[in-house]
């Protein structure tokens, strides 16, 4: 077995697993070079010590923290400094494989590449992993003014109180639009928390900005139908990205592979007042991500099945036809992002893969 597969393996005990692909294989030669995978498989998903890594290794603690540290560097492994301990972890492919590398951009024809391979391993094999079964790892949140007066709205359920529920806010750019390449979508837009975040500034991956700046950042993806997704748990949100379904991993999950767990729709669910609805089509013509509305006798009509509770929809009705109202049995949201990894994992048949690699 060769170093690549031994290190794809250790990956594939994620939530969103790390299939076997010819795509990936080239993606690990492109992120590691041998003696950094060969290091790698020393590693585990969860942070371990820098001093139990070089045991694990055999080698020399300084020169293992040199390489660890470059691996860090490059967005390809997880550090961090807790009261003075340096530990490192590996990163699942999604969210971190994928997107911290090209969070800077494709700077260089090997990003280039790595992009386009991410994009065919998406397609061969990387979607179906990440998608649920049934669980999906990630939700819809809504826009901020588009459910109806009076419903009541839980804090995991806005968007502008998930920034509140955070400490740090880092921002980047959306891999999937560096990687596809395929609209003129905002590309500054994701965001990230709390200790991932942290990583990704000390690296020079993302930046930091103020709650007012992610606020900022939430209306322009508003403004440019950008879907507001996190990760689908009710405590402190790991991410939001802003989604579009023709680049964005999350979304052409199902707008292209057609998996249909392949994220939760929000707790709503678009309704149309047809009496106050003019029939411009402003609903029907792209803004839309799944294609639910479409005109019938110069009324809006909405496909429920298709409906995702995004609420892009209501922002851009002139006529204010359209709000969003709670679903009669909305998903149900694991409560922490550990229920939500341990309930995936055990559907997925990895539960005992990953707890084997935490008592390693």
């Known amino acids: 077995m060769s170093t690549y597969e031994k290190l794809r393996m250790i990956l594939d005990a994620s939530p969103a697993g790390a299939p076997a692909s010819r795509s990936f294989e080239e993606i690990l030669r492109i992120l590691f070079t041998p003696g950094e995978a060969e290091l790698a498989t020393h590693m585990t998903l969860v942070p371990r010590p820098l001093s139990a890594i070089a045991s694990r290794a055999g080698m020399p603690e300084d020169e293992t923290g040199r390489r660890l540290e470059a691996m860090a560097d490059k967005g390809i492994i997880f550090a961090r400094d807790k009261a003075g301990t340096k530990s490192y972890g590996l990163l699942p492919t999604i969210p971190g494989l994928f997107e911290f590398p090209l969070m800077r951009g494709a700077t260089n024809p090997d990003l280039v590449r790595l992009g386009r391979l991410w994009d065919e391993y998406h397609r061969e094999a990387m979607g179906a992993s ?3 079964n049934p669980t999906p790892l990630t939700r819809v949140i809504p826009i901020s003014d588009s459910v109806a007066s009076g419903t009541r709205v839980h804090a995991y359920e806005e968007v502008a109180r998930l920034i509140d529920s955070v400490e740090y806010i880092a921002l980047g750019q959306c891999a999937c639009r560096v990687s596809r390449n395929a609209c003129n979508n905002p590309r ?27 606020r900022e950042v939430l209306d322009r993806a508003e403004q440019a139908g950008l879907v507001h997704t996190s990760t689908n748990n009710a405590d402190k949100p790991a991410l939001i990205c802003n989604c579009c379904s023709c680049c964005c991993t999350i979304l052409t999950c199902r707008t292209e592979l057609g ?23 402003i609903c029907t013509t792209g803004r839309c991500p799944m294609g639910a509305m479409s005109l019938v006798e110069d009324k809006a009509v909405l496909s429920l099945e298709r409906c995702i509770g995004c609420g892009l929809c209501v922002s851009t009705c002139p006529a204010k036809a359209i709000s969003l109202v709670r679903r009669e049995a909305p998903p149900d949201v694991p409560a922490t992002g550990q229920d939500l990894g341990m309930k995936v994992l055990g559907e997925k048949g990895k539960l005992e893969a990953f707890l084997g690699q935490m008592k390693a």
């Not at 994701?190 to 992610?214: K, N, Q």
């Not at 678009?270 to 106050?276: E, L």
């Open 130 to 132: 990440f998608s649920g």
């Open 259 to 281: 998996l249909p767990h392949a994220f939760a729709a929000s707790g709503f669910m678009a309704r149309i007042a047809s009496n106050d609805c003019t029939g411009c089509g």
């Open 188 to 214: 500054e837009t994701c965001l990230i928390f709390d200790s991932a975040g942290r990583f990704l500034v000390s690296r020079g991956i993302a930046r930091r900005i103020s709650r007012e700046e992610a």
